[in-house]
Nanobody
Framework: QVQLVESGGGLVQAGGSLRLSCAAS????????MGWFRQAPGKEREFVAR???????YYADSVKGRFSISRDNAKNTVYLQMNSLKPEDTAVYYC??????????????WGQGIQVTVSS
């Protein structure tokens, strides 16, 4: 069983930056692919970024060049650095573990979610 706890969300102006963190429990963190997803009100949960156990990264087209995913296996933590934020990035952001691809249904473990609000 893996528990995930997100932190670092909040309110920021358009053009600003935030860094989300996701701390994971468990001894097998380094073997998991980790992902970030987001869900805006009235919309389906969507893929944001993913990092494999081998540190290969993947991004949604909407965030490519602005967001960066990374991991620190010594700290059992995955990060999402978000730059040049736009109002349309406003959503609840979720950390996910042990999955593949960009379909949220393929991930086994989820954090509780954290709100990110970008004001115009």
């Amino acid at each position: 069983q893996v528990q995930l706890v997100e932190s670092g969300g909040g309110l920021v102006q358009a053009g600003g930056s935030l860094r989300l963190s996701c701390a994971a429990s468990g001894r097998t963190f380094s073997s998991y692919a980790m992902g970030w997803f987001r869900q805006a009100p009235g919309k389906e949960r969507e893929f944001v970024a993913r990092i494999s156990w081998s540190v290969t990264t993947y991004y949604a087209d909407s965030v490519k060049g602005r967001f960066s995913i990374s991991r620190d296996n010594a700290k059992n933590t995955v990060y999402l650095q978000m730059n040049s934020l736009k109002p349309e990035d406003t959503a609840v952001y979720y950390c996910a573990a042990n999955g593949r691809g960009s379909n949220y249904q393929n991930y086994d473990y989820w954090g509780q979610g954290i709100q990110v609000t970008v004001s115009s």
